[in-house]
């Protein structure tokens, strides 16, 4: 969408006191929680209440901050579930919510209730797994978004726009394996295709 339209929209619908969804989504290393980082200092510049939440389970750089693989950070509320947004955030304007693929399938209605609400509601999170399959709720949350943003990282190994996230070690099938650069790598499409081939080839050997 062009940002310039997209920003008179939002414009529109603040000024309408009407809520809405959007949706950073993309592979891992691609700046999604920068870009939620990003939009959420932009509403605090604009004196705006603002609260920001991450699943439990995402422990790998802070228990109680986002923080972006450049290591820019902005404090945040850690839930168990997706259901304890709904009271933390009744008197903010904006709700950022980090890793959402991580939190349970409850939170698409969470994020329809705090946008018919009138909320702002930001979401960063990883469309695919490490299979490229679709992640956890973030399928139902790119459909219910009126604004979806798909960021990419750069293929390690051509150098091309990168979607997916390979995991390194094919002898573990834990859907939630966290991790960086020591786990996971960027690929695109087609040095996905070939990595998964030769996992899948070293397994029957």
């Known amino acids: 969408m062009n940002q310039i339209f997209e920003s008179e929209l939002q414009k529109h619908l603040h000024q309408n006191k009407s809520g809405w969804i959007e949706v950073v989504c993309g592979s891992m290393f691609s700046g999604k929680t920068e870009e939620l980082i990003r939009r959420i200092t932009r509403a605090l510049i604009a004196k705006q209440s603002v609260k920001i939440f991450k699943p439990v389970v995402d422990v790998r750089y802070s228990k109680n901050e986002v923080v972006s693989h450049n290591k820019n950070t902005v404090g945040a509320f850690v839930i168990s579930e997706s ?3 709904l009271d933390l955030a009744k008197d903010c304007d904006v709700v950022g919510i980090d890793e959402a693929q991580f939190f349970d399938l409850e939170l698409p209605n969470v994020c329809q209730e705090l946008a018919n609400q009138g909320k702002r509601v930001i979401i960063a999170g ?3 797994d490490y299979k490229g399959i679709p992640f956890g709720a973030m399928p139902v949350l790119l459909s219910v978004a009126e604004f979806v943003t798909k960021v990419h990282a750069i293929c390690l190994r051509c ?4 979607a997916y996230s390979h995991r390194l070690d094919s002898t573990n099938e834990e859907t939630i394996l966290l991790g960086e650069t020591d786990r996971y790598e960027p690929l695109c499409r087609n040095c996905f295709q ?12």
């Open 159 to 162: 150098g091309g726009l990168a």
């Open 83 to 85: 259901i304890q947004i």
């Open 194 to 205: 070939h990595a998964t081939l030769k996992n899948s080839a070293l397994h029957y050997q």
């Open 126 to 128: 990883l469309d695919m």
